[in-house]
């Protein structure tokens, strides 16, 4: 099973560093970090930064 993490602003992936290390020694794999456009990731042309264009982003 994959486990997703997605963090807000102003934080960074790096906030979920310690989560993982503690879920990987109980055997817990298929964690993936999400960076959203805008909160540390590029942002792409025309990125309006709509609730909906976030939505979609996630659902990608």
Known sequence: MTIVFVHGNPETDAIWSELVGELADR???????????????PVPD?????????RDWLVR
């Open 46 to 54: 025309g990125w309006g930064a709509t609730r909906s264009e976030y």
């Open 27 to 41: 055997g817990v794999d298929g964690v993936v970090l999400l960076t959203p456009p805008g909160f540390g990731a």
